[in-house]
């Protein structure tokens, strides 16, 4: 199983980007998809998740801020974000709860991380 992000890079304050995430390999289903953040010297945190049904959880930190979408049955998330901060600065990885083929499930899959730097 593997976990594709794209999307980050240097934005003004103020300014917006769009993560992607797309996973694949030999899923069965997946439960729910969603993003964290990383900073040097900090624990990985919560940014925001989606369930297969559609529900939806956002640290507090980005909401009215942040937006997640996307379709779980077609293994792919997004994260829109607005009204960037320099406090949002990190390294951004998608995750993954799901159940592989050989019916073991994991909430352990992780993407390769992005960048967002906001800076003038």
């Known amino acids: 199983v593997q976990l594709q992000a794209s999307g980050g890079g240097l934005v003004q304050p103020g300014g917006s980007l769009r993560l992607s995430c797309v996973a694949s390999?030999?899923?069965?289903?997946?439960?729910?998809m969603g993003w964290y953040r990383q900073v040097p010297g900090k624990q990985r945190e919560l940014v925001a998740y989606?369930?297969?049904?559609?529900?939806?959880n956002y640290a507090d930190s980005v909401k009215g801020r942040f937006t997640i979408s996307g379709d779980i049955a077609k293994n792919t998330v997004y994260l829109q974000m607005s009204s960037l901060e320099p406090e949002d600065t990190a390294v951004y990885y998608c995750?993954?709860?799901?159940?592989?083929?050989?019916?073991?499930?994991?909430?352990?899959?992780w993407g390769q991380g992005t960048q967002v730097t906001v800076s003038s």
């Open positions: 390999g030999s899923i069965f289903m997946i439960n729910d």
């Open positions: 989606m369930t297969g049904g559609g529900s939806t």
């Open positions: 995750n993954a709860d799901l159940v592989d083929y050989m019916g073991t499930r994991s909430n352990d899959y």
